[in-house]
């Protein structure tokens, strides 16, 4: 018994020396001697890309966040599809609806000019995403670099990763479970869909074809619900429409995501459903109530996120082109 509760606590040991190891090399600060400029030029593309199209945004939010649920935070989902390989960013679940590729292509011409081979794909969209927040109205907060570039990107994977927008609390909880993320932070990070726009496809099931008892989700409020069928008319094969997952502010980084779930206007059934569980309603509820509080709970969020999966020191790759593997 001796030995088997040695031997345990041996391995715990070592798998907390592995994961402060990973910690240790994403440093804030990570290139104020290589590329001491970095950080300005994310934020100075970022700002152009946004004051020019305020969709980016949320847009480039969002590719962090799908880069980090597949294969971690290793900027596999820049990589472009070839004749022999579907790339994530190729999936249903990432095209159409993922943009702000070129944001990222314009932000790695400028720092390949500036550092060549110094700055990560990877660190670019940590970046990118943290500005997009600040531009919109988030809270600030640093970001731990020091990420390396992966090689494989495969479509096939964002479907077992990814959580899908039809989710109930359970497997939302379980899906950032895997990552490391507790169900608070899910419910944290969940607020990033206070700004942005979704496509129809994604939630007009909850229209017109909810389940074989009734056509409309009884938990959507009825008269967002007209306003949603008067935007995306059934059976509409019309791609480009899109609605504002928070139409009260859709460009602002604010708390009234939360405040719409609470009027039944949650977007999403995976929005929606944070009200049907105890602990993730309360925490609706305290989001909603207290905005200040849940940016600075979204900003430490977004740290550990970005943690997810990192390759540092030798492994992994500076990629020259964030599309294709060097």
Known sequence: MGLVKATTLALVVCLC?????????????????????????????????????????????????HDCFV??????????????????????????????FEVIDSVKTRLEAACKGVVSCADILAFAARDSVVLTGGRTYQVQAGR??????????????????TFDVSQLTQNFADKGLSQDEMVTLSGAHTIG?????????????????VSQDPSLNP??????????????????????????????????????????RGLFTSDQVL????????GVRGNAFNGMLWK???????????????????SGEIRLNCRVVN
Do not use: W
């Open 275 to 282: 009200l049907s569980n105890t602990s993730t309603a309360a």
């Open 223 to 264: 008269t967002y619900a007209t306003q949603l069928a008067q935007q995306c008319p059934q059976s509409s094969n019309d791609t480009s429409l899109v609605v504002p997952m928070d139409p009260r502010s859709p460009n602002t980084f604010d708390s009234n995501y939360y405040a719409n779930i609470l009027a039944s």
């Open 148 to 165: 390396r570039d992966g090689s494989v990107s495969l479509a096939s994977e964002t479907f077992s990763n990814l959580p899908a927008p």
């Open 17 to 65: 020396l592995i994961i402060v190891h990973v910690e240790s090399q994403l440093q804030v600060g990570f290139y104020q001697s290589t590329c001491p400029q970095a950080e300005l030029i994310v934020m100075d593309e970022v700002r152009k890309a946004i004051s020019s199209n305020v969709s980016l945004a949320a847009g480039l939010l969002r590719m962090h966040f």
């Open 71 to 100: 294969r971690g935070c290793d900027g596999s989902v820049l990589i472009d599809s070839n004749s022999t390989n579907t790339a994530e960013k190729d999936s249903p679940i990432n095209n159409p609806s993922l943009h702000g």
């Open 197 to 213: 726009r979704s496509h129809c496809g994604s939630f007009d099931s909850r229209l017109y074809d909810f389940n074989a008892s």
């Open 296 to 314: 600075a709970k979204f900003a430490a969020a977004m740290v550990k996120m970005g943690q997810i999966g990192v390759l540092t020191g030798s």
